[in-house]
């Protein structure tokens, strides 16, 4: 079979690795607008080829869209032409726009999924062979793809060791902004408060592993994360007030010394360490 | 040397397995409230041997306060009677309120020192032998304490191959409000947030790195950060408000539609990448 990988970042790039354990099934085509991502990817052996001919991508079996949820929508548009047991998969961290944005004549060809797995790194330099291996991947609004499609895209994701569920792109989206985007934001402010406040030096000297994993993600890419928080913009906002309802507890109970009740609301938090 | 440990938790437990490696140099006593604690510590090996009688603590050559802030004052007035060259370290995590309510006749006795290391679990089973190593130690207003002291103090950090930074208490308290203390406010209204809009079921399922990163040290003990807030609480204060700035700028950049800002500002967070 041939894959055609459109973008060559941290999570297509780490598709063509995780693929290179089955050399006999799938060739591996990538394609970037990047000249740079495309000799990277080569050179660390990413994918088989490189094309810059979008029509040679079209006519692979599977394409795979690795590019910011904006492009995805984007490149859609020129897909009207795929051949009808063409697959589609396309990885955006926000499903609903993507799913009723895709045209209707090749809806079916389109399976819409979400792998909750990542780093902070981007660019194919990032690309790690076990980023999909026991990762969640959430498939959306499967009633909407082809029988065939479907298929196809489960026998890759089982190849890749995912784990799968499935759900609608709505649900999915309100609850990524909980789990995923508005902690995403949340790292970001964290982030430029601190360099706000405090020199590097001081930085490099205090951050103990707490500021380090609160703020890791804040390297995360902003071109990536501006088009997810557009997309997922109104239950983005509910989850940040959400959050900053808590925050303003927070910083109540420590303003009128109620600390019987904030090492309460603590005890509450620390329940998550029976889910996760 | 003896070495008086008050405190088996993660912190004191750590401690004695790093001073594992030298048996002939240090002879390791435990002392904790907790028998469950007690019990652990001695079956973990964590110490040589448990006292319960705190006067065989104050005779030891060197004595490790670790216990919540508020215990290590505490603590502190009974101390009166020890030996002139009797060491006194404490690991407390906010500074001011300890340098300057030690009893000034032992004042001399105290090097009071913030390990920038932990994780978010606790208790004796916690310990980890390597919790130290290459890991910050502040050690703050050295100058009030004695000689002898302090020659004690950084050769025991030395051989548990601690990197010294030396520090105004004061000084501390304001950097560690906005790089510990802070995110850990932060952490634990995260993970309060999450968990009263989600099932557990959803957030098994959809938590990537991100959140289990960002939500990882909401599962820090209560009362210790109870006792850290309390003593730090203009500090901290100071910071939460500067986050909740940050935050707030965040959520009107995406509620007006200004992507081109958020982009900028998301930039700017990530500069963090060339300290950390």
């Not at 792998?115 to 499967?142: Q, R, W």
């Not at 895209?153 to 609850?175: P, W």
């Not at 930085?203 to 990536?224: E, T, Y």
Request: hydrophobic letters at 40%.
């Amino acid at each position: 079979m041939n894959i055609g990988i459109i973008g060559l970042g941290l999570m297509g790039g780490s598709l063509g690795l995780a693929l290179k354990k089955y050399p006999k099934k799938y060739t591996v085509l990538g394609y970037d607008h990047n000249p740079i991502h495309q000799n990277d990817a080569l050179e660390l052996k990413l994918v088989d080829k490189i094309s810059s001919d979008l029509n040679e991508m079209k006519a692979c079996d599977i394409i795979i869209l690795t590019i910011p949820v904006d492009a995805i929508i984007a490149i859609s548009q020129d897909f009207l032409d795929i051949s009808k047991n063409c697959t589609v998969i396309d990885f955006g961290s926000s499903k609903e726009k993507i799913s009723s944005s895709i045209p209707s004549p090749i809806r079916q060809n389109y399976v819409t999924a979400h792998p909750m797995t990542g780093t902070e790194k981007f660019g194919p330099s990032a690309a790690i062979e076990d980023l999909y291996s026991h990762k969640t991947m959430v498939i959306c609004d499967i009633e909407k793809s082809g029988e065939y499609q479907k298929e196809v895209a489960l026998a890759l994701f089982r190849d890749i060791d995912a784990k799968i569920v499935f759900m609608g792109a709505k649900e999915h989206d309100r609850h990524a902004a909980f789990i995923s985007h508005m902690p995403h934001a949340v790292s970001y402010a964290l982030a430029q408060s601190v360099m706000k406040q405090e020199d590097p030096k001081s930085i490099l000297a205090l951050a103990g592993g707490g500021f380090k994993s609160m703020s890791r993600i804040a390297k995360s890419s902003p071109k990536m994360w501006e088009d997810i928080f557009r997309q997922n913009k109104n239950n983005l906002l509910e989850s940040i007030t959400a959050f900053n309802t808590e925050m303003q507890l927070c910083q109540t109970l420590i303003e009128e010394e109620k600390w019987e009740e904030l090492h309460q609301w603590m005890s509450q938090a620390n329940q998550l360490h029976k889910i996760l």
